[in-house]
């Protein structure tokens, strides 16, 4: 079965350097998402991608946040100069609207997740 | 968006049926209703979508009432490794939209 799979599984950083978080998407999906959990708390929507560009994002993906579909396979998202409030979960989505029944669905399908850590 | 409302906690025995209830009472025409499992440290997975009646996979049923204003999520025979948090979502497909995770149910499967 496809599945969305995200590298690495743990990331470490200082305050205030960047990081890159990648997700290769299930091979026929169109639309890519970004979530983030922190410990406890719900899982947050940060931003969706569609033919190369945003198409959403909510008040967390600030400047300091970007997206990237680099070389086609990859999605990436990068975090400038992270805080410690950034410490989170990320996880990548996908999905393809599609037909079910003769009913369009957009079922979305998550990645393991990337613990990031920043001290 | 539509709200959703699901108890917080829920508690059952190894290989007992559990349903778990959402209410969604300003659902539009053109949502369809989405549950997703979490474990710890994990991402959503998915578990089953519907629009209106029963849809049924190999894992769960899902249950929705002519009026939409609720569902109910089945899963038969539970055990352990079923213990985890389970979100009832609502949303148009057509749209590619986010999704809106609220609190969950958190489900604790004991022996």
């Known amino acids: 079965e496809p599945e969305v799979t995200q590298t690495p599984s743990h990331q470490v950083t200082q305050m205030g350097q960047e990081v890159i978080l990648r997700c290769v998407p299930i091979s026929n999906h169109l639309y890519f998402y970004w979530y983030r959990q922190i410990l406890g708390q719900k899982v947050e929507f940060l931003v969706s991608?569609?033919?190369?560009?945003?198409?959403?994002k909510s008040e967390i993906f600030d400047d300091q946040f970007s997206v990237e579909r680099p070389d086609g396979s990859n999605f990436t998202l990068k975090i400038r100069s992270t805080k410690l409030e950034d410490s989170a979960m990320y996880f990548c989505a996908s999905s393809s609207r599609g037909d079910l029944a003769g009913e369009v669905t957009d079922t979305q399908y998550f990645g393991p997740g990337t613990r990031l850590t920043v001290l | 968006l539509a709200k959703t409302t699901q108890p917080i906690s829920m508690d059952s025995y190894e290989g007992q049926e559990v349903n778990i209830t959402c209410s969604h009472n300003n659902i539009a025409t053109n949502d369809y209703i989405t549950w997703y499992q979490q474990f710890p440290s994990q991402g959503p997975r998915f578990i089953i979508q519907?629009?209106?009646t029963k849809v049924t996979n190999e894992v769960a049923s899902l249950f929705i009432p002519a009026d939409r204003k609720s569902s109910t999520l089945s899963l038969p025979r539970v055990s352990l490794s079923d213990t985890a948090v389970y979100y009832c979502l609502v949303g148009d497909p057509g749209t590619a939209s986010k999704l809106t995770f609220g609190t969950g149910t958190r489900l604790q499967v004991t022996l």
């Open positions: 519907g629009y209106k």
């Open positions: 991608f569609y033919n190369n560009e945003i198409s959403e």
